[in-house]
């Protein structure tokens, strides 16, 4: 029996490399815990051994960008950004923050040569940019925020011109084939 692939609904975790793909971004993190060490993907040359991994659960929000406003609980961060979180290098198992404690960062794609440009290092926002960091939370309602506004796709004004009232439920496309309750039948 084939599966169908599922619907992506997304908007529930927190990508950094894809929030980082057009640019840096500032983001606002609170700790919550530091979790056990994990292996990692790469491989120690020296030892052969798998690299620890030293995980951090925290909330963040995305404070520019087209997420702006957005915050994602407990989310779990790994790799280049937990440096940032933790104050500790990534192979110092012993952090420097504390849970409760809010860090904001410049979130950015590696530029070093050697290191994919898929890392995302959590470096030190600019003096104006902790600043926009401090004022945008703030503004954005901190971490009780709601999610911003959905905007509604048409306009009220054009909803007497012929065209459906924008309270009306999106039609469901037909499609090619008949249509099939649940998985491939």
């Known amino acids: ?18 929030e980082t793909e057009k640019g840096p971004r500032l983001i606002a993190f609170r700790v919550l815990d530091f979790l056990p060490a994990e292996d990692g993907d790469f491989i120690d040359r020296a030892t052969g051994a798998p690299n620890k991994v030293y995980p951090v659960l925290a909330d963040a929000m995305v404070i520019d960008g087209p997420n702006a406003g957005t915050v994602y609980r407990a989310g779990t ?11 500790a290098g990534g192979t110092d198992p012993n952090p420097t923050t504390i849970p ?8 950015e794609r590696s530029k070093k040569k050697g290191v994919s440009t898929n890392t995302v290092w ?6 104006g940019e902790l600043e926009t960091i401090e004022k945008e939370f703030v503004r954005f309602g901190g971490w009780d925020a709601r999610p911003p506004a959905v905007t509604p796709t048409r306009e009220p004004a ?23 309750p649940f998985g491939n039948r």
């Not at 599922?6 to 975790?13: H, I």
């Not at 961060?77 to 104050?87: C, D, E, I, P, Q």
């Open 100 to 107: 409760g404690q809010q860090i904001a960062v410049r979130a």
């Open 77 to 87: 961060f790994k790799y280049a950004v937990t440096n940032a979180l933790r104050g």
């Open 158 to 180: 054009m909803a007497g011109a012929g065209a459906p009232a924008a309270t009306e439920a999106p039609r469901q496309s037909a499609g090619s084939g008949a249509r099939r």
């Open 1 to 18: 029996m084939a599966f169908d692939r599922p619907t992506r609904t997304g908007g529930d975790f927190l990508d950094l490399r894809a």
């Open 122 to 127: 959590g470096n030190d926002p600019s003096d």
